[in-house]
């Protein structure tokens, strides 16, 4: 976990201050199926099951107890918001109408300024990509990378909302009859399944592994980059801090930060199990973290 947050704050470091490593390369022959990636997913009302079980197995204090929620019925993008998709609430002046901000979000990026994602470098062609060890061409098929203030007014802007910790997992896990370990079913991750397990700084494109696909048929869940949620950060029914480590958790139930799912190019696969937790506040530009909308059925 610390060594992704690492690379967090590497990526912000000046190009000539670091030395590229020879990385692990990730076979990427799955990519590019060619289907389309901007539709939206019905997924029927059921059951989601959060948390993990008390049963020897590990897990931080957040994630426990185990308990099933009655989730409504709602459509979810097919695939991650993709930095072109992204562009375009940018060019249609997103940074500039209030109304689509949190009052809170509004004042942060006023008083820093912002007007783009903090991956992006503006170019006299638009923008280019801040990559770990060099400037990349735009890739409008990878998944933008923003803060949750970030995503939520774009989310807004495109007449959507962000899911719901629930929502993700029903969306991710969910079948018709029973949940699964893993969106694909119940193998554990390997390569054909997403973009994680620290093989690379840089994201894919969003539908480059339908291998990894959900049950409704929902891309890109597991790797490629986390996504924020509406839900606040906040414990369990039956949370205990585990008496090694009380603050792990309890000090973020402060109603300042959010939850994140799926994982990262940069998250170990031991961390990718179903009730593993994330959380960053709102305004944190900085984690490889990208988005989903949703909306009511």
């Known amino acids: 976990m610390h060594v992704e947050t690492l690379s967090y704050m590497l990526h912000q470091l000046p190009i000539d201050r670091k030395i590229a490593p020879v990385l692990r390369r990730q076979d990427t022959a799955y990519g590019r199926p060619g289907h389309e990636t901007t539709s939206m997913i019905g997924v029927p009302r059921g059951p989601a099951t959060l948390g993990a079980a008390r049963d020897g197995s590990f897990g931080w204090d957040n994630e426990f107890d185990a308990h099933t929620v009655d989730v409504r019925e709602f459509f979810v993008d097919k695939c991650k918001v993709t930095n072109v998709q992204f562009a375009e609430f940018v060019r249609q002046g997103g940074y500039n109408d209030r109304a689509l901000w949190t009052p809170e979000g509004w004042d942060w990026k006023e008083r820093h300024g912002l007007t783009h994602p903090a991956f992006w470098k503006p170019d006299v062609s638009g923008f280019r990509l801040k990559g770990m060890f060099e400037d990349l061409a735009f890739a409008g098929d990878w998944p933008v990378y923003v803060s949750h203030a970030e995503a939520t007014a774009y989310a807004r802007w495109a007449g959507k909302r962000l899911l719901t910790e629930a929502e993700w997992h029903r969306a991710a896990y969910g079948t018709s009859s029973e949940q699964r370990q893993y969106p694909w079913g119940d193998a554990v991750p390997a390569a054909q399944h997403g973009y994680f397990d620290v093989a690379t700084f840089e994201p894919h494109p ?43 958790s309890a000090d973020f139930f402060d109603g300042m930060h959010y939850v994140m799912k799926g994982g990262s ?12 937790r994330n959380w960053f506040q709102p305004h944190y530009q900085y984690a490889y973290a990208g988005f989903r909308c949703g909306k009511d059925a």
Do not use: C
């Not at 190019?265 to 593993?276: D, N, V």
């Open 265 to 276: 190019p940069r998250t170990e696969r031991g961390m990718l199990r179903r009730s593993f």
């Open 206 to 248: 969003v539908d480059a592994f339908p291998d990894g696909q959900s049950f409704w048929g929902v891309h890109g869940l597991i790797g490629n980059g986390w996504e924020w949620t509406a839900s606040q950060f906040a414990p369990f029914s039956g949370f205990e801090a585990f008496p090694f480590y009380k603050g792990y």
